[in-house]
């Protein structure tokens, strides 16, 4: 039954956008290309799309059915839907580990903002300036000395709270749907830009070709299974979707609105692409494979190579890049911080603005021990890592692959057909004619996937030695 006087997105269009502002963040600007250039470019690209298909808009639809049907955050949804049930398990985890993700990634966040500064106020350039040939790379040496830093990225966390708590604050549809409505568009016109200039350097050929021409011989088990991952963590699955589906309106096609979430994400995805590997391609000695130091260490010293002499464009690149970096992080932060502040303040009957307090403020001790275990407490560490490595771990290897696989199994075993044909035809609004092959996929194939994912993560395993291990038990 829905809960008329409950506050939702008052648009559409509004709702779309929040959505994939959510789905849209560094997993598709910093992760994605990395991804790609651990595995093959374009060869990886084509996995990625299929698992999308088959994987991502299926489980996307999941979510929000579940979040419209009930009319509840996440951590109460399942509970309306089925209650006095163990199903619970599954919304409580939901917004455990979205919280516990905000911490941390709210940390990155404020790395991303402090590189902004760092663009905008010439660093790079005059960081440019003491590149010398076989000597210490002087953006590695910003970098590492930043983020060990006792105080700085603790101060650049603090304004991402802050700028977080204004959004979060002012609501659902004065905040959370507002800023959505500039940031993500903003996003798109700001990339299109970097697409049109990265295709005048020198390496963009060679770029596309790697990125766009598939080596089909470099298509393998571990190659799909991390397409695969991409794809559920790129997507938000088991993060608490639930939540922003249950502002949707009756009259949202949610099929149409994760077609186009799926769309949109997968567009960002391409265009980081177009913008990184011919950049990467335009200097000697740069892999498109670097993770974090792809995006903090080498590209810096990508567009000074690329760009030395060419003072103003020196400084507008790198700044324009930086700040769709933290345009993708900060709508996923959005994301998160709301799925902690509707559990709080509708499960405790709490004003909106004392939850959104209790989360930011929380979150930033918690994100503040994570920026210091790679500084001065990076001594201490739980099962030999770090505290920020470990609130990854748990979360990313452990919980959110069992959350999206609650999500996938609820809809696929415990709602009844009615409820499911209710959401996907918005009370018979819209066609659905693949009922039946959404129903196996979310009952046995993208279970299956999960725990695939999960299994080979967890206990660091390629899927290839797998595979050979299970064909020597019968040979």
């Known amino acids: 039954?829905?809960?008329?006087?409950?506050?939702?997105?008052?648009?559409?269009?509004?709702?779309?956008?929040?959505?994939?502002?959510?789905?849209?963040?560094?997993?598709?600007?910093?992760?994605?290309?990395?991804?790609?250039?651990?595995?093959?470019?374009?060869?990886?690209?084509?996995?990625?799309?299929?698992?999308?298909?088959?994987?991502?808009?299926?489980?996307?639809?999941?979510?929000?059915?579940?979040?419209?049907?009930?009319?509840?955050?996440?951590?109460?949804?399942?509970?309306v839907i089925a209650p006095n049930s163990l199903w619970k398990i599954v919304g409580n985890a939901s917004v455990a580990v979205a919280y516990v993700i905000f911490c941390y990634y709210a940390v990155v966040a404020g790395w991303v903002l402090f590189y902004c500064w760092d663009a905008l106020s010439l660093t790079f350039i005059n960081l440019g300036e003491q590149v010398t040939a076989g000597g210490e790379n002087p953006f590695a040496t910003h970098f590492t000395s930043f983020i060990s830093d006792p105080v700085k990225p603790i101060i650049a966390l603090a304004a991402v709270m802050v700028l977080m708590s204004f959004v979060i604050i002012s609501g659902v549809q004065k905040g959370i749907e507002l800023s959505s409505k500039v940031l993500v568009p903003a996003l798109f016109v700001i990339m299109l830009l970097l697409v049109g200039f990265a295709a005048t350097m020198p390496?963009?050929?060679?770029?596309?070709?790697?990125?766009?021409?598939?080596?089909?011989?470099?298509?393998?088990?571990?190659?799909?299974?991390?397409?695969?991952?991409?794809?559920?963590?790129?997507?938000?699955?088991?993060?608490?979707?639930?939540?922003?589906?249950?502002?949707?309106r009756r009259d949202v096609n949610l099929n149409r609105t994760a077609l186009s979430v799926a769309g949109l994400d997968t567009l960002v995805a391409i265009l980081a692409g177009l913008i990184i590997f011919p950049a990467v391609f335009s200097v000697a000695g740069v892999e498109p494979?670097?993770?974090?130091?792809?995006?903090?260490?080498?590209?810096?010293?990508?567009?000074?190579?690329?760009?030395?002499?060419?003072?103003?464009?020196?400084?507008?690149?790198?700044?324009?890049?930086?700040?769709?970096?933290?345009?993708?992080?900060?709508?996923?932060?959005?994301?998160?911080?709301?799925?902690?502040?509707?559990?709080?303040?509708?499960?405790?009957n709490i004003s909106r603005h004392k939850a959104a307090l209790f989360v930011s403020v929380s979150a930033f001790f918690i994100g503040a021990c994570a920026s210091l275990s790679y500084g001065p407490w990076a001594e201490y560490t739980i099962m030999g890592m770090c505290f920020f490595d470990f609130l990854d771990y748990t979360t990313a290897?452990?919980?959110?692959p069992l959350t999206g696989l609650g999500a996938s199994l609820f809809v696929g075993w415990k709602m009844t057909e009615a409820q499911i044909k209710c959401e996907l035809t918005s009370d018979g609004r819209f066609k659905f004619v693949w009922y039946g092959v959404f129903k196996v996929l979310l009952k046995y194939v993208i279970p299956a996937l999960i725990f695939i994912i999960m299994f080979t993560q967890l206990f660091d395993i390629s899927l290839s030695n797998v595979f050979i291990k299970i064909k020597s038990l019968f040979s």
């Open 397 to 400: 290897k452990i919980i959110l």
């Open 1 to 79: 039954m829905e809960k008329m006087d409950r506050v939702g997105f008052a648009s559409k269009i509004g709702g779309l956008l929040a959505a994939a502002g959510s789905a849209v963040g560094l997993g598709n600007i910093w992760r994605f290309p990395t991804q790609a250039g651990q595995n093959g470019g374009a060869a990886f690209l084509l996995l990625y799309i299929g698992c999308v298909l088959i994987f991502g808009i299926p489980l996307l639809i999941a979510e929000f059915s579940i979040g419209r049907h009930a009319r509840a955050n996440v951590g109460n949804a399942y509970t």
């Open 203 to 248: 390496g963009a050929a060679e770029g596309y070709k790697f990125f766009l021409y598939p080596d089909f011989s470099a298509i393998s088990a571990d190659v799909v299974l991390s397409a695969l991952g991409q794809c559920f963590y790129s997507f938000s699955l088991g993060m608490g979707l639930v939540t922003y589906a249950s502002y949707f």
């Open 289 to 348: 494979s670097g993770g974090a130091g792809l995006v903090f260490i080498s590209l810096p010293n990508v567009f000074n190579s690329a760009l030395s002499g060419l003072t103003f464009l020196n400084w507008l690149i790198p700044t324009a890049f930086y700040v769709i970096l933290f345009t993708a992080a900060f709508t996923s932060c959005i994301f998160l911080h709301e799925v902690a502040t509707a559990f709080i303040s509708e499960k405790t």
